[in-house]
Nanobody, 121 residues
């Protein structure tokens, strides 16, 4: 499986963005697709995840209530809708495929190249 993210751009605080993660290749029912982000000078941070086989989503506390992860199985695509953006949401957002729910990046075995989100005050 290969992943390609898109949708990142510069936006003002309070604005919204929707990122896409398109998978080429087969995703299995056991897979989860997670979003991570890495801000300047920061470690990679778990944002949330969605199960490919059912409508179960999980979020980091820092984004809960503002971000929503969804999927379109026909398009092999996972989305990250980001609302009420804050400057601290700035970073490179990457999607990744894993076999078990985890907030740890090393548990995910396939990564996209990332897309840059910049939120200005």
């Amino acid at each position: 499986v290969q992943l390609v993210e898109s949708g990142g751009r510069s936006v003002q605080a309070g604005g919204s963005l929707k990122l896409s993660c398109v998978a080429s290749g087969r995703l299995f029912s056991s897979h989860l697709i997670a979003w991570f982000r890495q801000g300047p000078g920061k470690e990679r941070e778990y944002v949330g995840a969605i199960r490919w086989s059912r409508d179960a989503t999980y979020y980091a506390d820092s984004v809960k209530g503002r971000f929503t992860i969804s999927k379109d199985k026909a398009a092999n695509t996972v989305y990250l809708q980001m609302n009420a953006l804050k400057p601290e949401d700035t970073g490179t957002y990457s999607c990744a495929v894993g076999a078990s729910l985890s907030t740890m990046a090393y548990e995910y075995f396939t990564w996209g190249q990332g897309t840059q989100v910049t939120v200005s005050a």
